[in-house]
């Protein structure tokens, strides 16, 4: 089969739970024989066309259709939830030779260019949903549109001519990675074909690592007790909670040392979370690196140079570094929130924490490293869970029956 994904955005700079799930999936069906490429934006990019490993990528003009935005606000729109219009990506989905699926990683103007080629085409699409339709805070959508606010919007025709308010309802099959987000999405569009589509691991690569490489990197010395956390630097992600937790725990355990690695989409948050440093006078027990790219071996090393693994977001639609994590062989302590209840159970394999609650978070985190044999059985838990169940050779099978189902017509 041939099949295009098509993102937003696509970079190794900037990349999260989204761009793993894209490029995994691609590289497995390339192994089987397909052909899988990814079509996207020039967001954050210069380069047109792009390997990123043993993937195609295409990347494509675009604007912002607002009036009277700065540079500051374009870059902030292509790190966060920008809605773009790329006609450039229209016509090469459009003429494209031999396409049998399109697949929209988004909504708005760019999976209304999808659902425009795939209708000129007569070809399926689908649409995943890796967050941000159904169930995103109040505050946070907020934050993701203040670039645009009160600013005149020239783009809402070619809105309406892409079709951007039927994309969800005019796909083949709409997937959903959340359970949260799977159950509003099958309640709001009862006609709808939904399914449930987890992120995967690569469950190898994650399980070795040089721990001591890492450390011996960042400086990091061999008797501090290293806590994890790996997402970007974002107000969704809650870093600054995880900050104010660590004050309590390394009161009591003197040789915690939190690593925040992940690359920084919203820089006044980013400055916020210094600032809280300074505040709480963590400099020394904390290390903040600023992203690194997904086939980096010192990203592995992290995790097993880690003890303990934290992920204590506001909101996250699954949180596929909890599978990496487990992967590695570690316990986490993560927020009981989105879609994370649904592939993870409290005292099980995680203990669930209250975000908002820096208390109940230090608590959780504390009951792992205070006590041993617990953090090794949610370890083990955790471990068997990731390969057994989302391993991306398994995830990425139950992509293609999907892509065989609606390219041979019964999707609907």
């Not at 007790?225 to 009161?251: F, H, P």
């Not at 980013?270 to 903040?288: A, I, S």
């Amino acid at each position: 089969m041939k099949i295009i994904q098509v993102p937003r955005r696509f970079v190794a700079t900037e990349w999260g739970g989204t761009e793993t799930t894209i490029l995994q999936t691609s590289r497995a069906l390339r192994a089987q024989g397909h052909e899988v490429e990814i079509f996207t934006s020039l967001a954050l990019s210069d380069r047109r066309r792009e390997d990123i490993q043993g993937v195609p990528v295409r990347r494509f003009t675009y604007t912002y259709p607002f009036l009277g935005l700065s540079a500051q606000d374009r870059e902030d729109m292509d790190k966060k939830g920008g809605n773009l219009l790329s006609l450039s990506l229209l016509r090469a989905l459009a003429l494209e030779s031999g396409v049998e699926v399109l697949h929209a990683h988004t909504g708005k103007r760019v999976g209304g260019v999808v659902r425009t080629a795939a209708r000129l085409r007569g070809i399926p699409y689908l649409v995943t949903l890796h967050g941000g339709f159904f169930e995103v805070p109040k505050g946070e959508m907020d934050q993701m549109l203040a670039p645009i606010e009160n600013r005149f919007e020239w783009g809402r025709a070619f809105g309406a001519l892409l079709g951007s308010r039927r994309v969800l309802e005019d796909a083949a099959v709409l997937l959903c990675v959340g359970g949260d987000e799977y159950e509003a999405a099958r309640q709001r569009l009862p006609n709808q074909r939904v399914e449930l589509l987890p992120n995967g691991v690569d469950s190898a690569f994650f399980a070795q690592g040089d721990g001591a490489a890492f450390r011996a990197a960042h400086e990091i010395p061999d008797d501090r007790r290293i806590l994890l956390c790996v997402s970007r630097i974002d107000y969704q992600k809650n870093q600054i909670g995880l900050i104010e937790a660590m004050a309590e725990v390394s009161s009591r355990v003197p040789a915690a040392h939190l690593v925040l690695l992940g690359p920084v989409t919203v820089a006044a948050y980013h400055q916020r979370l210094l600032d809280k440093l300074v505040e709480l006078g963590l400099q020394q027990q904390v290390t903040l690196i600023p992203g690194m790219s997904a086939d980096d071996p010192l990203l592995r090393g992290a995790f097993h140079a880690a003890e303990v693994f934290c992920l204590p977001s506001l909101h996250e639609p699954f949180g596929i570094v909890v599978l990496e994590a487990w992967a590695a062989g570690l316990p986490v302590v993560v927020s009981r929130v989105g879609g994370i209840p649904s592939f993870t159970s409290d005292s099980v394999d995680v203990l669930h924490a209250e975000p908002e609650d820096p208390q109940h978070l230090a608590t959780r985190l504390l009951e792992l490293l205070e006590h041993p044999n617990l953090a090794a059985r949610l370890a083990a838990a955790g471990r068997i869970k990731a390969h057994r169940d989302y391993d991306w050779s398994i995830i990425s099978e139950r992509l293609l029956n999907l892509y065989e189902d609606v390219a041979q017509g019964s999707g609907r």
